[in-house]
């Protein structure tokens, strides 16, 4: 007892040196550049950068150091490269270091131009990366061997890479955490427009994936690789893939062997791939999908979502307005999946499976999902002959290739399924259209013993209901 409240002492008397004797460094009223600043301070200083654009390259990261600006805005001090070199290395530095405030532009390098990472573990916090160019990956930062790094209120826009990962780049058994991050207007030549990560774990939440692209595949992010096995974790939580472009697999995402790993609460809007994927592509792997939007997705195959070699398990999801040749909303190779409490509403295909199209897959079921008003080929498309998809308490209902026809035409009348207008609310409730009326025949009341149909509850009365029509599902995508 004696022993361990001396330590104490000693512990606290030592934190109290190390706070009254940290000193702050001024950039230039101290020391001429920011390199100088850094080196003239030790761990627990702070180097303050006057606000102004500052021609640098080349600079080391210390140990223990806080690196800001003097407002602590991004938009007060610019360190630009000049496509002369990497901005800032940062290896083997530890101790608490932050960069914070500061808008890291121009750098050009083979990896890493903005910022390279190696067996580090520091604090990005209201940091921009604009236009930083890589020759192979990470054009605004490149984190690896065993770095953990955080990103708060961080940036990345117009930055490009000649391989992966156009914003950002990480590998190695690494992990980042990520709160309030942009990224926007990235591009890579082959892999993760926005952002590229493999045997890393990502935690990533309120953040926005908007006009990423790429060559090859991941338009706005890609989480694994085609050639490593490594298990990683992904947890993703109200994160918003608008606008995604590739010309390959996932517009929006392309994840692969994700172990153990949630997406939640993420939209996809508006993203394309040409291949498969508009949304979301998944590989191998399940995570769990709950509380997740796909909007006006479109690819070659699954328009919101492509799923190949897993059998992933979505929870109220709402699938709307996506578009694809084959399986409008979901395309299902080789693969199972598990869909509870769902929405499909307006997808399209102009071959197969407005709504759903599975080849070789297995174990597929609906549970009390929506399938509603889709266009083009049948709500469901099943490879020839291999009737293996299974439907309860669902309700396929004016779809335009026809309901409850083809692999799933014995169904309907048995197992709850329905084949009913399902009275959205539509204009009633203009935030919550597929939310329903209290009459309909998919709320909880009137399921017959099903409870809830659907991805949304009841939110408007009996008396505004009226009978849902295409023209008033199409007028809400003009």
């Not at 007060?76 to 940062?90: A, E, F």
């Not at 060559?215 to 109200?238: E, H, P, V």
């Not at 009326?437 to 009226?466: K, N, R, Y």
Request: net charge negative; with cysteine.
């Amino acid at each position: 007892m004696i022993r361990t409240a001396t330590a104490l002492a000693i512990a606290v008397l030592v934190g109290a040196h190390v706070t009254a004797t940290a000193n702050v460094v001024h950039v230039p009223a101290d020391q001429p550049t920011i390199q100088a600043g850094i080196d003239a301070a030790s761990a627990g200083d702070t180097v303050v950068v006057a606000c102004g654009v500052y021609e640098e390259w080349g600079m080391l990261m210390k140990s223990g150091v806080h690196l800001t600006s003097e407002t602590g805005s991004p938009e007060c001090v610019t360190i630009d490269g000049l496509t002369l070199g990497r901005i800032l290395w940062c290896e083997d530095v530890g101790d608490g270091a932050t960069i914070s405030g500061l808008t890291i532009a121009g750098g050009r390098a083979g990896a890493g131009a903005g910022v390279l990472c190696k067996r580090s573990e520091l604090l990005f916090e209201r940091v921009i990366f604009r236009g930083n160019e890589a020759d192979s990956y990470g054009g605004g930062l490149a984190v690896g061997n065993e770095s953990s790094v955080t990103l708060i209120d961080v940036v990345f826009a117009e930055n490009t890479s000649g391989d992966y990962g156009g914003g950002a780049f990480s590998d190695t058994e690494s992990e980042l955490h990520m709160t309030r991050v942009l990224f926007e207007d990235n591009y890579a030549l082959f892999y993760g427009g926005g952002l590229f990560t493999r045997k890393t774990n990502v935690y990533i939440s309120d953040s926005v994936f908007e006009r990423n692209a790429c060559g090859g595949s991941g338009g706005g992010m890609m989480f694994g690789d085609w050639t490593y096995w490594s298990n990683n974790q992904l947890l993703a939580t109200d994160v918003t893939f608008t606008d995604n472009w590739t010309s390959g697999f996932g517009g929006g995402l392309w994840c692969r062997r994700a172990y153990d790993s949630v997406l939640s609460g993420v939209t996809f809007h508006g993203n394309a791939a040409d291949s498969e994927g508009g949304g979301l592509f998944l590989l191998d792997r399940s995570p769990l999908i709950v509380d997740c939007t796909f909007t006006e997705n479109h690819a070659g195959q699954g328009g919101g979502v492509l799923i190949r070699n897993l059998q992933p398990s979505l929870l109220r999801c709402t699938f709307l307005a996506n578009r694809a040749g084959q399986g409008g909303a979901i395309g299902l190779w080789g693969a199972g999946a598990d869909a509870t409490s769902c929405t499909f509403v307006a997808n399209f295909s102009s071959n197969r499976g407005s709504v759903v199209a599975t080849q070789y897959a297995s174990d597929v079921a609906f549970h009390n999902c929506i399938l509603a008003f889709s266009e083009g080929g049948a709500v469901v498309w099943c490879y020839y002959g291999q009737y293996n998809i299974h439907l309860d308490c669902c309700d396929v209902y004016g779809n335009e290739g026809g309901d409850w026809i083809g692999c799933i035409a014995e169904q309907v009348g048995i197992d709850g399924n329905l084949c009913v207008d399902p009275l959205f609310c539509l204009d009633a409730v203009p935030d919550q259209p597929y939310s329903l009326h209290a009459d309909s025949p998919c709320s909880p009341e009137q399921s017959q013993g099903c409870g809830l149909i659907g991805a949304w509850d009841v939110a408007c009365d009996a008396t505004v209901a009226q009978p849902s029509s295409w023209g008033s599902i199409k007028s809400l995508y003009r």
